[in-house]
Nanobody, 128 residues
């Protein structure tokens, strides 16, 4: 069984930074077997991928809207993945979800439907 718990959201001003964390609890498994991703969903919009990272952390993906501003990383010793968000914009306002998927090698994924497990989400609000 896999449980994901996000934290770190909040209300900030445009230009500020936030770091989201997502800790995985795994029973009968190993965090290292999972690729992780961050998705976000703004009011009235579909849930979209923000970033994805492979099991080793050696391969990553960023959406065009966040590339160069956001950095995703993972600490396999702590069963935790992070999303460092810099130069935040009002358009980044959304609920951010952590997702996990068993993925061999350095595979990553970007589709909501391909995710195996989800966290409960954390709200990020960026004021102008």
């Amino acid at each position: 069984q896999v449980q994901l718990s996000e934290s770190g959201g909040g209300l900030v001003q445009a230009g500020d930074s936030l770091r989201l964390s997502c800790k995985m609890s795994v029973s009968g498994g190993n965090f290292n077997n999972y690729a992780l991703a961050w998705f976000r969903q703004a009011p009235g919009k579909e849930r979209d991928v923000v970033s994805s990272i492979s099991r080793s952390g050696g391969r990553s993906y960023y959406s065009n809207s966040v590339r160069g501003r956001f950095t995703m990383s993972r600490d396999n010793a702590k069963n935790t993945v992070y999303l460092q968000m810099n130069s935040l914009e009002p358009e980044d306002t959304a609920v951010y979800y952590c997702a996990a998927k068993m993925a061999p090698g350095d595979n990553i994924w970007t589709y909501v439907s391909a995710s195996d497990y989800w966290g409960q989400g954390t709200q990020v609000t960026v004021s102008s």
